[in-house]
């Protein structure tokens, strides 16, 4: 199975930052046939079902603001929210779907001061 | 609108059987790949199983923890996808979201409430 870790597991900062939070995965999640690397992120807020952020690594789900990005390849991935809102507070997951069984990674929780 | 609801879910016994389903609507439900995640209490996301659609052989997979105890089936003409579990264990106490998605999900339920206890 490919194990994702995420890191760090929480991280505090103010209004206006910008959060880095990193994704290695266990092997490659690069699919050579396409070179699309199958790697999702999400928030998750309490009381609320998750939701899709990033797919394929980079790109934004539908209606996700500019201030999230995604970007890495292979094993190495990083989601940045830059300009964090009062609204980012939530905890965020990696997931990778290059094979079953689908795995997450454990989750990064982010805070704002 | 993409709506997923879920229902089913309640208070079992260790070894006890549960069935859960998810109303899809606002998209082809007979063409998406649909899984179920779920959530343990202050644990994070797991990943439970997921069904291809029919068209791309109706097969499922599973999670480790949960394989030879659950599985997924799906009546397109329903609109629903199902997940029986048997054996349940008190570690499977959690928080079960049906999700639509073919590699990621970009819909989910509100979430199912499980809990597994003597």
């Known amino acids: 199975d490919i194990v994702l870790t995420q890191s760090p597991d929480s991280l505090a900062l103010s209004l206006g930052e910008t959060a880095t939070i990193n994704c290695k995965s266990s092997q490659s999640v690069l699919y050579s046939s396409n070179n699309k690397n199958y790697v999702g992120w999400y928030q998750h807020k309490p009381g609320q079902p998750p939701k899709l952020l990033i797919y394929l690594a980079s790109s934004r789900g539908p209606g996700v603001p500019d201030r999230f990005s995604g970007s890495g390849s292979g094993t190495d991935f990083t989601l940045t929210i830059s300009s964090l809102q009062a609204e980012d507070a939530a905890v965020y997951y990696c997931?990778?779907?290059?094979?079953?069984?689908?795995?997450f990674g454990g989750g990064t929780k982010v805070e704002i001061k | 609108e993409v709506q997923l609801v879920g229902s089913g879910g309640g208070l079992v016994k260790p070894g006890e059987s549960l069935r859960l389903s998810c109303v899809g609507s606002g998209f082809t439900f007979n063409n998406a790949w649909m899984s179920w995640v779920r959530q343990a209490p202050g644990k994070g996301l797991e990943w439970v199983g997921r069904i291809k659609s029919e068209a791309d052989g109706g097969t499922a997979d599973y999670g480790v923890p949960v394989q030879g105890r659950f599985t997924i089936s799906r009546d397109d003409s329903r609109n629903t996808l199902y997940l029986q579990m048997t054996g349940l264990k008190t570690e499977d106490t959690a928080l079960y979201f049906c999700t639509y998605g073919y590699l990621f999900f970009s819909a989910w339920g509100q979430g199912v409430l499980v809990t597994v206890s003597s």
């Open positions: 997931q990778q779907s290059l094979t079953a069984p689908l795995t």
